[in-house]
């Protein structure tokens, strides 16, 4: 078993392999973490580099693959893809849940019944209130399209991004979730982090490494501590969670992460239960 095998085994570090599929995105939210938006540089991955990584972290001995972005279905080839990275760890892909047409969906029939989970963003059970920070007609087109995605067989989960909620506003969000199809746990609520464009609004809790898990998270610039490493502010991707430049082959960037864990004080543990 190889050392990266046995630390995911023992629960030294954590099962999944992150990449960043693009940082572009249809939408522009308040508190984006990369200041994604129509116009930002795309900085795809690639279908092949995708693929590669995939059979990488199966090789090395991850459990999954989580994908994210910007949004990743603004890339016409990532259901084939999803799929194909399906049959060689489970996947959780990261959608803001606006793009979900008719046409989208008939694409997504490759996925139904996959090692595929969808996690779509639903922050407020009022849309006024939600689409406040994630723009017009957000709200009204994820309510649409996830109880369509549950139809096509395909499991989702609901991410609630907030500074906080009121007990009476969340158990609103709660049955709407429900009414949708989506059950308790398969809902999470996390803080916005300060990081991105939550920055200049003044928003979100700092995370620093000790903060959040260390999930390997590869994107075109290097590999990084986790999913929120490489962030971008004012144009420039943040270095301060940067483990590697070199992501080829993968076992360099594990390997970096598995050495940095264990240089981790005894007990020391997360401290934001952010995923
Ligand atoms: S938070 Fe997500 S949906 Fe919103 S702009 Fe950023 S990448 Fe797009």
Request: hydrophobic share 40%.
């Amino acid at each position: 078993m190889s050392a990266i095998a046995e630390a995911v085994a023992d629960g030294k570090l954590p099962g999944r392999v992150w990449m960043y599929a693009d940082y572009h995105c249809n939408l522009a939210c308040t508190y984006c973490l990369t200041e994604s938006a129509p116009k930002s540089p795309h900085r795809v991955i690639g279908r092949e580099r995708m693929l590669e990584i995939a059979d990488e972290a199966a090789e090395l001995g991850f459990t999954d693959l989580g994908v994210t972005g910007g949004e990743p279905f603004l890339l016409r080839w990532l259901p084939e893809t999803l799929a194909s990275m399906s049959e060689r760890l489970p996947v959780l892909v990261l959608t803001n849940g606006t793009l979900f047409t008719r046409r989208l969906l008939a694409s997504l029939a490759p996925l139904a019944h996959r090692d595929v989970a969808m996690q779509i963003s639903l922050d407020r059970p009022d849309p006024d209130d939600n689409d406040e920070m994630r723009g017009k007609e957000n709200f009204r087109k994820v309510v649409e399209a996830v109880p369509r995605l549950v139809d096509q067989g395909i499991e989702v989960r609901i991410a609630t991004t907030v500074e906080s909620i009121e007990d009476s506003e969340l158990d609103r969000l709660c049955a709407l979730h429900r009414e949708l199809g989506i059950p308790d746990e398969d809902h999470i609520i996390r803080p916005i982090v300060r990081r991105g464009r939550a920055i200049d609004h003044d928003l979100g809790v700092v995370a620093q490494q000790i903060d959040v898990p260390a999930e390997l998270t590869v994107t075109v610039d290097g590999a990084f501590w986790s999913p929120f490493g490489p962030t971008v502010h004012d144009g420039v991707v943040d270095t301060d969670l940067l483990i590697t430049r070199t992501t080829r082959p993968l076992s360099t960037p594990a390997n970096a992460l598995l050495r940095l864990v264990g240089e981790r004080p005894e007990g020391s543990d997360v401290s934001l239960n952010i995923r």
